[in-house]
């Protein structure tokens, strides 16, 4: 029988089967093989993306802790499986591959994170993109259609996109959708639960959580999941055994992590939407997207951008003068970065993209931490140039979006 717990209960205790309380690192590049027809039984059957039979035959092909991982964080997301990769955007490339076998036009609805972007615009898998708005999937989809991708919240404005509604669309043409839910995580939003076919994260990110294990996942069902695996042993984007155990680990605490980080977000982007210096903030539970954020996920998150006042002078000037905050890419850590996506993370993407995805130059992204907020908005108050005589911290209540109900039970098979 299937127990039905909350995420808290569901994060720690996944795939940690074993008469160890903390799971092993196998580090093995290779593995005997006492019976050579039962090795050959092993190796064809992995060479179609299955389990190992008896012996893994080889690193490439298969490492139980890694495997470890992968199972945790397909019973996150509710999957029937996941597949592990060196990079989120080694994931996103055998993603593509995998799409090409069944046709060579892809549908990306912007903004999506700046290497996806430039992956798809740039042709290097020879695919063919046709970028729209979230509204015109169905009309941009081809008869050679494989795909449609998309990411919400989108990265760096965090505008959100409605996963139901694009997969009525594309089901309307049996087409798959996957989506990038590394800002998310599935402790707030599990787009399997909405008809999408595939789940893809940089765990890199908030499931790392620390900012020192580099690897990206995909959750989806058996079938889709051997030919993510083919792709993976072909390939050789091979996630390590130590990083498998470490974002293994940082997964017991994402819930918490999450929580916590998102408090502290939610405080900021209230106190930075009445700054002097500040255009716009963007936040999921702000402006036009706050009754899809209401609708399809559990919270807002733990990251927000913000435009500042002076374009892309006055953004590096932020950047520069950040002392408790850390000025530099990636996001998800338990301490807070800020960084300037026109001029990194989102540098290659072309003009058209930039605009799409409201990318102006005095936009900064920030991925907050779970540090006490008062001492992040005292390091962004100065960063900013205004003096704290001029605004208050009078203490206020700000409540939590996300607590966990009776409905946002998980499985934990």
């Known amino acids: 029988m299937t127990a039905k717990l909350h995420p808290e209960t569901t994060f720690v205790h996944a795939a940690r089967g074993g008469l160890a309380h903390s799971p092993a690192i196998d580090l093995s590049t290779t593995y005997r093989i006492d019976d050579l027809e039962t090795g050959r039984e092993s190796l064809a059957a992995q060479a179609e993306g299955g389990e190992p039979v008896g012996t893994p035959i080889y690193a490439r092909l298969h490492n139980p802790t890694v495997r470890r991982f992968e199972e945790a964080l397909a019973s996150a997301e509710g999957a029937e499986d996941a597949v592990a990769y060196s990079s989120g955007m080694a994931a996103i490339t055998a993603l593509l591959l995998a799409a090409k076998q069944r046709g060579d036009h892809i549908v990306a609805v912007r903004p999506l994170y700046g290497g996806t972007d430039h992956l798809l615009a740039s042709g290097l898998l020879g695919l063919r993109t046709t970028f729209t708005d979230a509204a015109d999937v169905a009309g941009a989809i081809e008869p050679t259609t494989s795909l449609v991708f998309l ?16 997969v009525a669309q594309a089901s309307l043409h049996d087409v798959p959708v996957a989506v990038d839910n590394t800002f ?3 402790v707030l939003q599990r787009p399997l639960d909405l008809g999408a076919t595939y789940v893809v994260h940089s765990a890199t990110k908030f499931i790392g959580g620390h900012g020192d294990a580099l690897g990206g996942v995909i959750a989806t069902d058996k079938s889709a999941a051997k030919s993510l695996r083919q792709i993976r ?51 999921p539970s702000m402006g036009q997207d706050a009754m899809l954020c209401a609708r399809q996920m559990k919270g807002p998150g733990a990251v927000l951008a913000f435009e500042v006042k002076g374009g ?33 993370t989102h540098q290659i993407v072309t003009d058209d993209a930039k605009e799409a995805g409201k990318i102006t130059a005095g936009l900064l992204r920030l991925s907050v931490g779970i540090e006490d907020p008062d001492d992040l908005w005292k390091d962004l108050k100065q960063a900013l140039g205004v003096s704290q005589s001029k605004h208050s911290d009078a203490a206020v209540s700000w409540p939590v979006m996300w607590t966990p109900k009776s409905q946002d039970r998980l499985t934990l098979s």
Do not use: C, W
């Open 233 to 283: 042993i072909a390939t050789g984007a091979v996630m390590h055994p130590i990083g498998g155990y470490m974002l293994h680990r940082g997964l017991q605490t994402l819930p918490l992590r999450i929580k916590a980080a998102q408090r502290n977000a939610q405080k900021l982007a209230n106190l930075l939407q009445s700054h002097p210096e500040i255009e716009q903030v963007f936040y």
């Open 184 to 186: 998310a995580t599935p």
């Open 151 to 166: 990411e919400t919240p989108g990265n760096p404005t965090l505008s959100l996109v409605d996963i139901a509604e694009v």
């Open 312 to 344: 892309m002078s006055a953004a590096a000037d932020v950047m520069r003068k950040v002392k408790v905050i850390t000025p530099a890419v990636s996001l998800g850590s338990v301490d807070t970065l800020i960084q300037h996506p026109a001029g990194l």
